[in-house]
């Protein structure tokens, strides 16, 4: 004998068996659904159908990641590595210098790395301000170069996809030329500095606000970046004033084109133009005083 419902109450049937009855409904589609049917969910049960479809919603957007990332190589990050390696090229190939000491080159007093490296009292006297940029694709020796290269490869194609080539690019030598201005403010006038590691210090603070957006592990991130400030303050020979000078540039840069890490609001594009042209001109601002005030 088949039990009947109280008057004035409907038994709900299973959409995919008509023949049971459903005690719960999917708390996605809202569909009747029997014992057989319900699919845990985080929150409730699901039904069948709607698990499938979850399913290839992530299938898919695994797919367009993928194929977005195909079709956005990172060009920029790629070109400023190949420019870094061929610089290297032509001063460790240049006249008295060698593959571990390009910088013998500049002994002459003539060639790439004689002209190109950062040396503060020329900048001044000579007005060599674009020594402030070409420095940061001289480096040292090849520790010294393979170190850089390895933290842009490492950090600079996920920047690059997020923020696009102009704006990863911007960062980059907005960081490049904050590391020099910081040197030639506040460093030795006659002491020479080489590297790109003011622009790569930048592009780990960017990488620092924008975390989330990365899908970057903060802790890894932060021990990356702890790291990195401990050997620069441990070792001999590092610019100080040109990591922390690429760092708070960077930091800057990113939070212009961002904003704060804890707010999700984007940014109109002219206000980030302006927030970058704004860092660019405080940078200037910082030259022009040191070189009024010499």
Not at 141 to 152: D, R
Not at 209 to 226: C, E, H, K
């Amino acid at each position: 004998m088949t039990s009947q419902p109280p008057p004035g109450e409907v038994t709900q049937r299973c959409y995919r068996h008509p023949n049971r009855e459903a005690l719960i409904r999917c708390t996605r589609c809202d569909r009747p659904i029997c014992p057989d049917c319900m699919r845990p969910a985080s929150v409730g049960f699901h039904c069948p159908d709607d698990v499938a479809e979850g399913q290839r919603a992530v299938r898919a957007k695994r797919t367009s990641v993928g194929a977005k990332i195909l079709e956005a190589p990172p060009y920029v990050t790629t070109t400023l590595l190949l420019l870094n390696v061929a610089v290297y090229i032509v001063t460790a190939t240049a006249p008295r210098a060698s593959f571990n000491d390009p910088a013998a080159g500049a002994t002459a007093g003539s060639g790439v790395f004689y002209h190109w490296q950062l040396l503060p009292v020329f900048v001044h006297d000579k007005h060599w301000y674009y020594e402030l940029l070409t420095s940061a694709f001289l480096h040292a020796n090849v520790l010294h170069i393979v170190s850089n290269m390895v933290v842009l490869v490492y950090v600079g194609p996920a920047l690059e996809r997020l923020l696009g080539g102009w704006r990863f690019l911007t960062v980059y030598l907005l960081s490049a030329l904050g590391g020099s201005a910081a040197i030639y403010a506040f460093g030795n006038a006659i002491g020479t500095t080489v590297g790109a590691s003011g622009a790569i210090f930048g592009l780990l603070a960017a990488c620092l606000v924008l975390v989330r957006r990365l899908g970057l592990d903060l802790q890894w991130l932060v021990s990356m970046i702890a790291l990195n400030f401990v050997l620069t303050f441990s070792i001999s020979g590092i610019s100080k004033l040109g990591h922390l000078g690429g760092f708070v540039t960077g930091l800057v840069a990113a939070v212009a084109i961002g904003g704060l890490p804890s707010v999700r609001t984007r940014i109109p594009m002219r206000l980030q133009v302006s927030g970058l042209a704004g860092v660019l001109v405080l940078v200037a601002l910082i030259v022009g005083l040191r070189t009024a005030t010499w």
